[in-house]
């Protein structure tokens, strides 16, 4: 079992900045990768991010490369997703997942590699 509680979302204006955090407890933290996903209104969730287990290998989705990084602190038990020169585009309800299965790499950015989600936080920006 693993719990996953996501925080630092909020309100921000274009082109700002946020960073969200991710706590983990349960399993031992630095035994799976963690994505981070988002979900729009009227939309299914997307992937953002993926990170390995020991923070060396990262993966983007196309809309964030260079503006968003994720990064991760095992002694923390916690997943970081930084996200810089925000758009419009990306409000949505970001939620943090682990992939306690360790799928194949390739596959992380499937929603159905991953076995445990937080509840989520919102971004929500403004123009």
């Known amino acids: 079992q693993v719990q996953l509680v996501e925080s630092g979302g909020g309100l921000v204006q274009a082109g700002g900045s946020l960073r969200l955090a991710c706590a983990a407890s349960?399993?031992?933290?630095?035994?799976?990768?963690m994505g981070w996903f988002h979900q729009a209104p009227g939309k299914e969730r997307e992937f953002v991010a993926a990170i390995s287990r020991n923070g060396g290998s990262t993966q983007y989705a196309d809309s964030v490369k260079g503006r968003f990084s994720i990064a991760r602190d095992n002694a923390k038990n916690t997943v970081y997703l930084q996200m810089n020169s925000l758009k419009l585009e990306d409000t949505a309800v970001y939620y943090c997942a682990a992939d306690t299965t360790v799928s194949t790499w390739e596959s992380t950015w499937r929603s159905t590699s991953y076995e445990y989600w937080g509840l989520g936080t919102q971004v929500t920006v403004s123009s």
């Open positions: 349960g399993r031992t933290f630095s035994t799976y990768p």
